[in-house]
């Protein structure tokens, strides 16, 4: 009993983790997505600053698989990017899916 109850936490360890780790790296892709002067038009960091927290946080939680400790850390940084940084950028026209500007910068 005790060792199916180890591997069943350990697997749930493991699924939490490879979520938190497609957070980061859906994050980190998106933020290379978005022209650097978008991030100043939003009032946010700078997009080199973003891409280092975010490249900070893939590797953090990619190296604390199986282990819920760090993985909060990258999770706190993959969600604030997504759930502040992103909208505001999307606000300010500064590049992504589906909006194409004619004549405007960005990708």
């Known amino acids: 009993m005790g060792l199916s109850?180890?591997?069943a936490q350990s697997y749930v360890t493991l699924?939490?983790?490879l979520a938190v780790l497609a957070v980061c790296v859906f994050a980190l892709v998106d933020a290379v997505r978005h022209p650097?002067?978008?991030?100043?038009?939003?009032g946010k960091l700078t997009k080199n600053k973003w891409m280092l927290?975010?490249?900070?946080?893939?590797l953090l939680s990619f190296a604390s698989l199986g282990g819920l400790g760090l993985i909060i850390i990258s999770l706190v940084a993959g969600g604030v990017y997504l759930a502040d940084v992103r909208p505001a950028l999307r606000a300010v026209g500064g590049g992504g899916r589906?909006?194409?500007d004619s004549g405007a910068g960005g990708w």
Do not use: E, K, M, P
């Open 15 to 17: 699924l939490i983790g």
């Open 36 to 42: 650097a002067q978008a991030f100043t038009a939003a």
């Open 53 to 58: 927290i975010l490249g900070a946080a893939c």
């Open 98 to 100: 589906g909006r194409r």
């Open 5 to 7: 109850l180890f591997t």
